[in-house]
C-alpha cells in the first residue's frame, strides 16, 4: 500500500500541482534566490511526471509555467542536488554563485553559518552581516585567483611579433649555422600557420 503521507512541505505541493501553479510563481524571476522547498517542488514535478496534462512535454512546461528554459531550470536542479538545501538557504538571503558557496560551506552548520568566531543564524535580520561575509569570500578569491590564461594563438601571435621586431634591429647577418637553425624555425611557424589556413588557401606545407 502506498504511503498516503507526505515526507515535505515541498512534495505535498508537488502532489497538489494544480495548488502549486495557483501561486504563480515565475521560476525564472525567482532561481537563484527560490527556495530549497520551491526547487524540491519542481524536481518532483520532473520526476513524478507532475507536468502531464498541464503541458505536452517537460520542456514546454518549464516554459510555460516557470517562465525559463529547460536548460536554466535542470541548472537550479543540479545544483540542489550536488549542494543541498543550504545553497538555498544563503541565496535567499543574500546572491553567491555556486563556486562561492562552496568556499563558505564548511562554515553553514544547522545553527547558522560561522563568522568571526561566532554563528550567525541564517535568518532575513541578518542579510547585511551575510552579505558582507560573503563579500569578504569573494574578495578573497579574487586576490588568491590564478590569472586568466592566455588564448593560445594570441600568445602566439604576440611571441611572433616580439621576434620580428627584434629581428628588424639586426643589421649584420649572424654565423652560417645560426642562419640555418633561424631557416627551420622559420618554416616550422610556416607550416603551422599553413595547416591552420592562414597563409591563404592556396598555401602548401611542404
Known sequence: MENQQTD????????????????????????GRCSAAGIECVRRIRDQKLYRGHAASWSEFCRKYLGANRSSVEAQLRIFDELGADYFHV????????AEFR????RI????????????????????????LIGEV???????????RQDRFE??????????????TLFSPPPLDRQLAMVAVL???????????IMGPGAQVR
Do not use: M
Request: glycine share 8%.
Open 8 to 31: 515535505t512541505p515541498a512534495a505535498a505541493a508537488a502532489l497538489n500541482l494544480g495548488q502549486w501553479l495557483g501561486r504563480q510563481e515565475a521560476f525564472g524571476a525567482v532561481a
Open 187 to 197: 618554416k616550422r611557424v610556416h607550416d603551422a600557420a599553413a595547416r591552420l589556413g
Open 103 to 106: 568556499l563558505i560551506a564548511p
Open 109 to 132: 552548520s544547522a545553527a547558522g553559518i560561522e563568522a568571526g568566531g561566532e554563528t550567525v543564524p541564517l535568518v532575513p535580520e541578518n542579510r547585511g552581516r551575510i552579505a558582507a
Open 155 to 168: 600568445a602566439a601571435l604576440e611571441h611572433c611579433q616580439a621576434a620580428a621586431s627584434l629581428l628588424e
Open 138 to 148: 569573494r574578495a578573497n578569491a579574487r586576490k588568491t585567483a590564478p590569472p586568466p
Open 91 to 98: 541565496a535567499q538571503l543574500a546572491y553567491l554563485t555556486p
